[in-house]
């Protein structure tokens, strides 16, 4: 089996995007963001959220429900086009 590739594909891409719409629109820091997951059990620091932000990292399912949850949504609204708010 070939190698998994790296990439980041659009539904990452567009959970990215959305994170940081909805981080921005309650007026956190990537740092205040990420401190929120990390007291929620699962340790994040700004550069790894910066990452997911900017679609350098991957974000994976575990990441995914923990910054839903430090934002009070559910993981499926990440996976969802933004809308205003």
Do not use: F, K, Y
């Amino acid at each position: 089996m070939p190698p998994r590739s790296l990439e980041v594909g659009p539904a990452g891409i567009q959970a990215a995007h959305t994170i940081e719409i909805l981080r921005t629109e309650r007026g956190l820091s990537q740092r205040q963001l990420a401190d929120r997951v990390t007291a929620l059990g699962h340790p994040m620091s700004n550069t790894m959220l910066s990452r997911i932000e900017r679609a350098q990292r991957r974000c994976d399912a575990d990441d995914l429900v923990a910054i839903s949850d430090a934002l009070l949504i559910s993981p499926l609204v990440l996976l969802q086009r933004p809308t205003a708010t």
